[in-house]
């Protein structure tokens, strides 16, 4: 089972705000809670408390998820939602990336109250290949591959590589959510950029034909950036999110 040894400076989970109504914000892969720092401060600022986790294995050197499964993220954002919830009038969870299936997780097992789910990557990366044999010709090459991110400090905390043996439990746990969409009712807002490579628009109309949510919606966001949070159009995703959480009227 995996966990941290350390927690390097600027990669620490983090709260914001007071507030009966709060959200647990989960990172993806590589990154940190720094990367949702913007919207937890947005949101804090509009009455919503936010709790940023920390998945484990993300805290130091990208090494340390060698020995990481998806089962050891659940059990971490598990435990900070039900300690989020405790005595709160609302809770509600908002997932980016990998965080996103995490969230669908935690909504088909526990009493989510409302869920958003951001370029959730139900469908990814390998679009002629299937996952398996894909990964199988990447081990053969290399023990480790290269991420995209900005490194270095701030919102676009990103590790500078990944162990090839993570994306198996990704594949996972993408491949496990993309069942569980229908076991899901709390309200929910799906959130994907039209042109996201590493999470294909296809994730999107999954998740709305399959959610057995009387209450979902889909906004469909013109970037071609996987990291929208930090993109162009970051500030009407945060308005669209904070509406939602709120329950009001989406703003104009």
């Not at 709060?22 to 990367?35: K, N, R, T, Y």
């Not at 469909?220 to 509406?243: C, M, N, P, T, Y």
Request: glycine letters at 10%; charged letters at 25%.
């Amino acid at each position: 089972m995996g966990g941290r040894t350390g927690i390097s400076r600027g990669r620490a989970p983090f709260s914001v705000g007071v507030s009966d109504r709060a959200a647990l914000l989960i990172h993806g892969i590589a990154a940190c809670p720094a990367q949702l720092r913007g919207l937890a401060e947005y949101l804090a600022g509009r009455g919503i408390q936010c709790r940023a986790m920390l998945l484990p294995g993300h805290g130091g050197h990208y090494r340390e998820m060698r020995d990481v499964t998806w089962h050891d993220w659940y059990a971490e954002a598990e435990r900070e939602f039900l300690e989020l919830r405790a005595g709160r009038e609302q809770t509600s969870v908002v997932g980016f990336s990998i965080g996103a299936a995490l969230a669908m997780e935690l909504a088909a097992n526990r009493p989510v109250d409302r869920l958003v789910l951001i370029n959730t990557p139900l469908y990814y990366f390998f679009r002629f290949l299937p996952q398996r044999l894909m990964l199988g010709i990447l081990n053969l090459l290399t023990k480790e591959i290269r991420t995209f991110g900005i490194g270095g400090s701030g919102e676009n905390l990103i590790l500078p590589r990944i162990p090839v043996r993570i994306l198996y439990t990704m594949g996972e746990l993408v491949h496990r959510e993309r069942g569980r969409a229908g076991e899901i009712t709390c309200p929910t807002l799906v959130v994907h950029s039209t042109r996201d490579l590493a999470s294909r628009a296809r994730s999107a109309t999954h998740l709305m034909r399959r959610l057995a949510s009387s209450e979902k919606q889909l906004v469909w966001v013109r970037d071609k950036d996987h990291s929208i949070l930090q993109g162009k159009q970051r500030k009407e995703v945060f308005a669209k999110i904070e509406s939602f959480l709120n329950n009001r009227a989406e703003p104009s």
